[in-house]
């Protein structure tokens, strides 16, 4: 394609874009006097309120796009373009939870001194090897002035329009986060709450007291609507190497992201402050880059999939514990033994930094409904055994691999249904509240009638014969169970019990898994 | 021959078996969604039905074509993928599925949340306030004392446990959380073993109540409402809607 018609194609989607985006607020802005709604943020500060969300948006899509622009020739501009509000957010977090691990001072100014090294070290490094090599090209060039005013655009949209479900846990989050922001460090008054608030979705609420706005609706949004893009862009490019042509692999890649951006509970959990929907995005891009890296062998999949991981890991109280087990099934996946050691070795550490920072400040005694000491040092004690496991299998074992996977399924399957049935009540009400949140309470409504019912058809059409991503969903639901029987008290009915929100978790990944599955049907080649 | 036509059959009737297993458990699902959201048993039963005998014209056709089986197949799938996001697109929407679920996503502008909990801090200083609070902040004694420290710098007080209406055994409260709300009575409402019945008590006896998220029948759309029905999280129409049903199926 010439490049005057590229910029033809790109201008005309860029204003069909900025088009939708105005036609949303408008459309917005007359539901809201339908359902007579109070207005958006009112006061004489709803402006700011609106202009400083935006502007935290846009200072998260800086950071991660500065970032990625050194790897933008093994990501591809497009890819680099969706991960960049991503890895921005995630690369606030985690320096964020370095500062406040280590007890340094934790404002913007620290955040950024941070940031500036960081990115001074990268370019210095990697610009020093390959200077030229990244230079933009008049089609990476077009890409980047495209997306930024995309995703600009859809955060200033995100922000004028505040999309949110407040919560319980929500103000929780909230509270926590603004606690961060202004005391600059851990304080024993929120200890309490620590326990139970991972720092990922608390930064989120963080990040709003520092730039000074309330509730950062519009910051999960962007996290959520990217997520949602990069699902389509994975969805696009595995479909696409799989052999189909190009004009079927979009058309697979746009059905594929509208079932899933369009279900009612995932735009209800991606709306809602609360840590599903970020949870549920990491779980699926841990396992889908690790998914691509064992197909390329591009140690940027790699990196990318660990830097999701150890997001997890800060998100949810049972992150690392998923990540423990799903490691352990990668483990007889074929993927290089000493990367996997080394990846599963740097996330124990991740974890650990943040537990001996945690009790440190809290005090070896202390003992939450969801963390204490021993279900911390379980977590990375397992992370440490499947590190160990991956290497000593590969030097020792390599031969049985197959009979290990299969030891590993039934392993994980007696241990959560064991667990499970030493409370034969409890867990008979846990399965019957489960059905009943799926189907009837919980608001998935048709998510998973569809999931079903296209599951069914996926399996006798499809074409795939390679299980890796299918094989994590039985693990994750098994463990899932395993957490059920850990909780004191039972779930409750409706999709509030967070035991049943842990469902969204693999929600995400099932839908790539299906979509992924259907439409190896429609390939010319068999992969 | 025989040896090398096992291994596939075995896979074949798996699938076969799988696919029943998973369908039987949809189909009931179906029935009760249609209760839930339509509240018509005729509708649900009716949905039901139809669903059942989709389900079985495609297995029965799948069967007799032989052919053409696998192109029929991705003829469904076709129509069931672009079948659920037009229906997915239709709940997100629908008015009829806002009225009878508590959030959408259309409705959820909210004030300037902040500057209210502060007026309400303001104004409930001397109120009662009902709040449906989780029990794992009665849990020990440094955390009691630090959770009422700490909402006192919030706009909201907790002031008592949500007791699991649908557990099967009531008083899931442990003796030492009993004794302090107990302790607390007079500055906190009373706990509640029947929630329903007690929020609609609390309503004529306590000056604001804030319901959460463990509230079964009351979702987090119903965040905060005062003694004069405005509701801050949803129109009051809707919340009077729900709340009548719900009162009506006691």
Redesign the interface.
């Given at each position: 394609m010439n490049s005057n018609k590229r910029l033809i194609r790109y201008g005309t989607a860029l204003l069909a874009v900025l088009l939708c985006f105005a036609v949303f607020i408008v459309i917005?802005n007359i539901?809201?006097d339908v359902?007579?709604?109070?207005?958006?943020?009112?006061?004489e500060?709803?402006e700011s309120?609106i202009v400083n969300q935006f502007l935290a948006v846009a200072v998260m899509f800086f950071m991660g796009l500065l970032l990625l622009l050194p790897f933008k020739n093994r990501l591809g501009m497009t890819q680099t373009m969706l991960l960049a509000y991503l890895v921005g957010l995630l690369t606030f977090d985690f320096i964020s939870i370095l500062l406040l691990s280590f007890h340094i001072y934790y404002a913007l100014s620290s955040i950024f001194i941070v940031y500036c090294v960081l990115a001074a070290v990268m370019y210095g490094f990697f610009l020093r090897k390959q200077s030229r090599a990244n230079a933009l090209d008049k089609e990476d060039g077009i890409k980047l002035i495209f997306w930024t005013v995309v995703i600009l655009a859809a955060g200033y949209t995100l922000s004028r329009v505040?999309?949110?479900?407040?919560?319980?846990?929500?103000?929780q989050y909230d509270?926590l986060g603004k606690v961060y922001a202004s005391e600059h460090y851990y304080v024993e008054?929120?200890?309490?709450?620590m326990g139970?608030q991972m720092l990922v979705p608390t930064l989120l609420n963080t990040a709003a007291g520092l730039f000074g706005f309330?509730?950062a609706y519009a910051l999960q949004n962007m996290f959520t609507l990217s997520g949602t893009l990069l699902f389509g862009y994975l969805l696009y490019a595995g479909v696409r190497a799989g052999g189909m042509v190009k004009k079927r692999s979009l058309w697979t890649a746009i059905?594929g992201t509208?079932?899933l951006a369009?279900?009612?509970f995932y735009?209800?959990l991606g709306?809602?402050l609360v840590p599903n929907i970020l949870a549920g995005l990491e779980i699926l891009f841990m396992m889908v880059y690790l998914y691509r890296y064992r197909q390329t062998e591009n140690t940027a999949d790699l990196v990318l999939s660990l830097i999701f991981t150890i997001a997890l890991c800060y998100t949810r109280v049972e992150g690392p514990l998923v990540a423990a087990f799903l490691l352990g099934y990668l483990a007889h996946q074929h993927l290089p033994a000493k990367k996997l050691g080394i990846y599963t070795f740097v996330t124990a550490g991740a974890v650990l930094v943040g537990y001996v920072s945690f009790f440190a400040h809290v005090g070896l005694d202390y003992?939450?409904?969801f963390l204490s000491l021993d279900k911390s040092a379980l977590s990375v004690g397992l992370l440490l055994a499947v590190g160990f496991y991956v290497l000593a299998k590969e030097k020792w074992f390599k031969d049985y691999n197959r009979q290990l996977s299969v030891l590993y399924l039934i392993a994980v399957a007696l241990f959560a249904l064991g667990i499970s049935t030493m409370d034969m009540?409890k867990f008979v009400?846990n399965l019957k509240?489960m059905?009943?949140n799926?189907?009837?309470?919980g608001?998935w409504?048709?998510?998973?009638?569809?999931v079903?019912?296209?599951?069914?058809?996926?399996?006798?059409?499809t074409r795939k014969t390679d299980t890796f991503l299918e094989g994590a969903i039985p693990v994750y639901l098994l463990l899932t169970l395993a957490v059920f029987a850990f909780r004191t008290?039972?779930l409750?009915?409706?999709?509030?019990?967070s035991g049943n929100r842990l469902l969204m978790h693999i929600y995400p990944l099932m839908m790539f898994v299906l979509a992924d599955n259907?439409a190896s049907?429609?390939r010319t080649k068999v992969e | 021959m025989e040896k090398q036509k096992k291994p596939k059959d075995i896979k074949k009737i798996g699938?076969a078996v799988?696919?029943a297993v998973?369908?039987a458990?949809?189909l009931?699902?179906?029935y009760?969604?249609g209760?839930?959201?339509v509240g018509s048993k005729t509708i649900s039963a009716a949905a039901f039905a139809a669903c059942a005998l989709g389900i079985i014209a495609v297995a029965a056709i799948?069967l007799i074509l032989k052919n053409k089986r696998?192109a029929f197949?991705?003829a469904?799938?076709l129509i069931?993928?672009?079948g659920?996001?037009l229906?997915?697109?239709g709940?997100?929407i629908s008015p009829y599925f806002i009225a009878h679920?508590t959030?959408t996503?259309?409705?959820?502008?909210?004030?300037?949340?902040?500057?209210y909990m502060a007026q309400l801090q303001e104004s409930t200083k001397d109120k009662t306030v009902w709040v449906?609070?989780?029990?794992?902040?009665f849990?020990?004694d440094?955390?009691k004392d630090?959770?009422t420290?700490?909402s006192n710098?919030?706009a909201v007080r907790y002031s008592c446990a949500d007791i699991?209406t649908?557990?099967?055994s009531p008083g899931?409260l442990t003796a030492g959380q009993e004794e302090w709300l107990k302790a607390q009575k007079g500055q906190y409402a009373q706990y509640t073993i029947n929630y329903d019945k007690d929020l609609k008590e609390a309503r004529e006896e306590t000056d604001y109540i804030y319901t959460?998220?463990?509230?079964?029948q009351y979702?987090?759309?119903v965040?905060l409402f005062g003694e004069s029905g405005d509701a801050?999280?949803m129109?009051m129409a809707i919340y009077d809607t729900m709340t009548e049903e719900t009162y009506e199926q006691q």
């Open positions: 917005m539901a809201r359902y007579k709604q109070p207005a958006i943020a009112s006061g500060d709803a309120n505040p999309l949110s479900i407040l919560s319980y846990d929500s103000i509270l008054y929120a200890y309490y709450l139970g309330s509730f059905l509208l079932l369009s279900g009612f735009v209800f709306i809602t003992t939450g409904d009540a009400n509240v059905y009943l799926i189907f009837a309470e608001m409504v048709t998510a998973w009638i569809g079903i019912l296209l599951g069914v058809l996926a399996m006798f059409i008290a039972n409750h009915i409706n999709w509030s019990d259907l049907a429609f | 699938k799988g696919a998973l369908l458990l949809m009931p699902g179906v009760l969604a209760i839930r959201y799948a696998t197949l991705k469904v799938a069931l993928v672009c659920l996001i229906a997915n697109l709940t997100l679920n959030t996503i259309l409705n959820r502008y909210y004030p300037d949340t902040l500057k449906d609070a989780d029990n794992d902040y849990d020990s440094s955390e630090t959770a420290d700490f710098r919030t699991q649908l557990d099967p899931v959460g998220l463990s509230a079964d979702s987090d759309m965040f801050y999280w129109p």
